[in-house]
């Protein structure tokens, strides 16, 4: 059955893929800075909503307070604005 080898198939590429995908996730620290960015550290890559890779880095920060003119970037404006955040996770906000 051609259909249920390439499902198999699948199956297995998705699960190289997959442990590929935790051994570099078990490298990658994020850090909330309190009103400030999150701080990705190791080795991942970014992309945009229009599709737009960016370079990977070892550390980049990430705008919080959706001020930043170098978005998806933090350029500090947080700072200057007076960005306040929730310093936990919310449970009731949760998106269902």
Known sequence: MVHGYLL???????????????????????????????????PVKLKDAEGNVYPEQPRMALCRCGASTEKPFCDGTHSKIGFRAAERAVPESAEG
Request: zero cysteines.
């Open 8 to 42: 198999h198939q699948r199956f297995i590429l998705a699960v190289a893929v997959d442990r590929a995908y935790s051994r570099h996730m078990s490298e990658v620290m994020i850090d909330v800075i309190r009103n400030g960015p999150l701080i990705v550290k190791g």
